[in-house]
C-alpha cells in the first residue's frame, strides 16, 4: 500500500484551473508535513508548495503565490491543490510528498530532499 497517491492532474487551458488531491496513509496528517512539487521536462524537480503538520503553516514558490492554494481535509487525511490562472509554464509532473517525522508542528519547507515519502506524481498540462 503506497503511502501517498496523488490524483485530478489532466489537460488545461492557460487562465483554466486544476485541482490535486493527495491522499495520505498511515497516520493522520496531524503528524505529517506535507509538500508538492512540480518537475517540467529537462528540468529540476522544484518546490510549489508545503503545509506543516499543524495545519497552521503554509508556503509557496513565488512562481505560484497568489495562484496556487493549499489546503487539507483531516478526516479525509487529503491534501489539495489548488491551482488557478494556470500558464503554461505550470506544465510538468506534480509530485505529493510527506515528511513523517517533521522537526515541528510547524515545520513547512518546499526543499524536496526535505521529504521522505513520495507519491509516482500526476501529470498537468497547460495548452491551448
Known amino acids: 500500500q503506497r503511502l501517498v497517491v496523488e490524483s485530478g492532474g489532466g489537460l488545461a487551458q492557460p487562465g483554466g484551473s486544476l485541482t490535486l488531491s493527495c491522499e495520505v496513509g498511515g497516520f493522520s496528517l496531524d503528524y505529517y508535513a506535507v509538500g508538492w512539487f512540480r518537475q517540467a521536462p529537462g528540468s529540476e524537480r522544484e518546490g510549489v508548495s508545503c503545509?506543516?503538520?499543524?495545519?497552521?503553516?503554509?508556503d509557496y514558490s513565488d512562481s505560484v503565490k497568489g495562484r496556487f492554494t493549499i489546503s487539507r481535509d483531516v478526516d479525509k487525511n487529503t491534501v489539495y491543490l489548488q491551482m488557478n490562472s494556470l500558464q503554461p509554464g505550470d506544465t510538468g509532473v506534480y509530485y505529493c510528498?510527506?515528511?513523517?517525522?517533521?522537526?515541528?508542528?510547524?515545520?513547512?519547507?518546499?526543499?524536496?530532499?526535505?521529504?521522505?515519502?513520495w507519491g509516482q506524481g500526476t501529470q498537468v498540462t497547460v495548452s491551448s
Open positions: 510528498a510527506v515528511i513523517t517525522k517533521p522537526r515541528s508542528r510547524e515545520m513547512c519547507v518546499i526543499v524536496p530532499a526535505t521529504y521522505d515519502r
Open positions: 503545509m506543516s503538520s499543524s495545519g497552521r503553516k503554509t
